[in-house]
């Protein structure tokens, strides 16, 4: 059953490196800079490697998809997300893979009644004119610079052919590496608690996990899009929505991955907070939006002449398309999943007023005597329990979000055989003690087992929201995620008395 | 980075070497005309086999600079523009080649009094093939001097123009036999002919100049 769920893994690989190809190569092979099978082979290479080496980091293996609780669902949102993206690619506009991947999630959220994290819809929106912005900023400075330098510098028009190609080999490799490294687990991702643990040896020599067995099909599928399909979108990129010059190809290249590296990198953030220097704010971004600006941007800088707004259209309607795509094939999909089919396609998330989650929200300042005519009573998901507390008089928004968060129930039983089998690395000596101290224990709501974490060992705790602290609370926020992961007792949720 | 060079430098040696030869050609092109003129005959064949074997050479080495860059796809946005440079290039060359071939087959008698606009034709029609190459050369290096070289090259085929004129209109309002008239307008007008092809080359550098700017 594994096998079938994994072939819409498969097929959304196949459309990524259809579609995300032409933000690496787009412009080398749309100037002829570089053949297309050489991008394409190169591209194949790099991606596979970045997957399988980089793409299978411990914590954040569940990637974007890992917010639907059965593979049901996750087959139909990976499978929305590769049509919407495929139907893109097909008609040669770049667009965001991992958008068409929260669309498909927001179609799974309106079908099983999960709530939608607004934040998430906003990222998208802001995507798509904050990240254009950058990129064409930055890429009109490059150009800038670029002409100043070559107007002061005498190069050889053979000697600039090499060094823009070699430029565009280098930054696709790179490119190609990041991409497999940070996508792979949108595709594959969902599987991996699925496939049985184990490793095994390489040649004898390089040790392989299973995990990183997934990777690489997804790599591969990734790898095989890029060689099979990706040449139309290259060419909208490079060629049709604005006719680049070789070295303002590479520019847009080098834009990209600029705004990649400062407004969506963390290590990046992470040094310049551990150095004390402001740190510069991550934004949402995307690389298939990221080159669209890029070109632009130059485009602009260039005097404006020559943009083809028609295919500039074209492209941000389809950035707006292509989850609202995704969600709905995704809806639809779902519901024939479910009722023609008969596949789980999710586990309900049932929601109630326990006692615990009832002191909890009181002494968060939600009034008492407005929930006590909920309290006791189940609710199937989050939709029907929030309709219930929008029908209560007297709950201010305030009220309604801190009662949601409180009286979501989730199963979790602190195993020691589980505990036995958390990766030890990603925990301090402390906090494993902590967990430790509470084997044998359980929880019917999440912030019941992050508040017993804290009573145990302080270095659970959350610290006060700075600039400095940003660090410790975000890879704090990733463990505990990781924690709740292995100890969640999945088709459990009904349990409390 | 030396490595990545190597074959590039191989190439830029002979498209120099090339354009050496198109300025070689000039040079000697006008060396030879006085030659002729002054009755150094022996001289005068003496160049005009140089000229035929660096254009017998000139033509090997466009040859393996054109298909280098057609095999290993240099240059992609701007092959066709340098194809067609050096190309026509090769005009100028085959001008002078041909020129000098005619006036050692033919052997027409120029009057002395006509001599020195001779002389003049042939010096601006070299000094518009130097500077040509000068362009050429600014052009491949990404230097901004290509217009300024353009420029001149139209100054000097103008100036030749001129000097082509008024020897012309001397030579028909001589005494000369008609026939002779002809042999000697025609001589007039081959000469002339060399800074013409300066001049369509260097056309067409101008505008591959405005196309490599990024």
Redesign the interface.
Known sequence: MILFYLTSAVFLGWSLGANHAANEFGTAVA???V?FRTAATICAVFVVLGAVLSGAGTSATLGTLGAVNALGGSFMVALAAGLSVFWMTKVGLPVSVSQAVVGGIIGWNLFTGSQTDVSSLIAIVSTWIVCPVLAGGIAALL?AG??RY??G??????????TVR?GFLVMGAFGAYALGANNVANVVGMFVPAVPAGSTRLFGLVPFSSAQGLFLVGGVAIALGVATYSRRVMMTVGKELFKL????GLIVVAAQAAVLFLFASEPLRDWLVTHNLPPIPLVPVSSSQAVIGAVVGIALAKGGRNIRYGVLARITGAWAATPLIAGAVSFFGLFFLQNVFTLTVSRPIPYEITRPAFERVVSQGVPADKLEALAGARFRNAREFKAALRDTPGLAPADVRLTLAAAELRRYEIDPAKIVRLDLELLTPRQIEAIRSLAWTSYDHTWQLRDALVRESSQWAFLPETRRNYIHNRDLETRLRYLEAAFRVNGAEASPE | MAH??AK?RL??SKIDEYLDHTSEVGLLFLEAIKDYLNGNHEEFESRRQHVTDLERHGDELRREVERQLYAE??????RGD?LGILEHTDGVINTAKMTLMRLSVERPEIPSNLTRGYVELADYGCRAAQELVMGIRA??????LVTDFVHKVGFWEKEADKIAERLRRDIFASDLDLSRKMHLGDFVMRIGTLSDEAEEVSDRLAISAIK???
Do not use: Q, Y
Not at chain 1, 245 to 248: F, K
Not at chain 2, 73 to 78: A, D, K, Q, V
Not at chain 2, 139 to 144: D, E, I, K, V
């Open positions: 100037t002829r800079m053949k150009f670029t002409r070559l107007a510098h005498e190069v050889h028009i053979l000697e600039r052919d090499v070699a010059s070789p070295v303002t | 990545l060079f590039t190439l830029e796809t240099l240059i992609p946005e701007s340098v052009f491949f290096r990404g230097a901004p490599r700017s990024i």
